[in-house]
């Protein structure tokens, strides 16, 4: 059996405010961070127009927010759960339906000695 490795992305008090930031990985970069207390890590590029998600920030919901036009993600899922917001509005249901209906990548991650860690 192939042992698992584990690799420490971000320590929680390096995330300030917006509870996410970007992280460098063999995977690409990621938008890592906290939700509800539930760390997670996933795809970085917003499937509207690829703002860097992990400039974006996490709503009270729970959801991360890309920092352009505010659509909005399940970091558990990887879906967007709304469209773009501002001047894309009016086709905010279009957007989800198309560019969004297709996921983020989602990744396992812990949370361990106060950082969250890629796992598996
Ligand atoms: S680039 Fe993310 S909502 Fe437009």
């Known amino acids: 059996m192939a042992a698992t490795t584990a690799v420490r992305l971000v320590g929680v008090d390096e995330l300030g405010d917006s509870q996410v930031t970007v992280v460098d990985t ?6 890592v961070g906290l939700s509800d207390g539930t760390p997670f890590a996933v795809s970085n590029r ?4 690829l703002a860097s998600l992990g400039e974006g920030k996490v709503t009270e919901e729970g959801c991360l927010e890309c920092p352009w036009h505010a659509a909005r993600y ?4 990887g879906r967007m759960v709304r469209g773009p917001q501002g001047a894309f509005k009016p086709l905010a249901g279009v957007i989800k339906g198309t560019l969004g209906a297709k996921a983020l990548k989602t990744y396992p991650v812990e949370l361990r000695d106060g950082a969250v860690w890629l796992v598996g």
């Open 26 to 31: 063999d995977h690409g970069k990621l938008a």
């Open 46 to 49: 917003c499937r509207h127009l």
């Open 74 to 77: 399940d970091v558990r899922t």
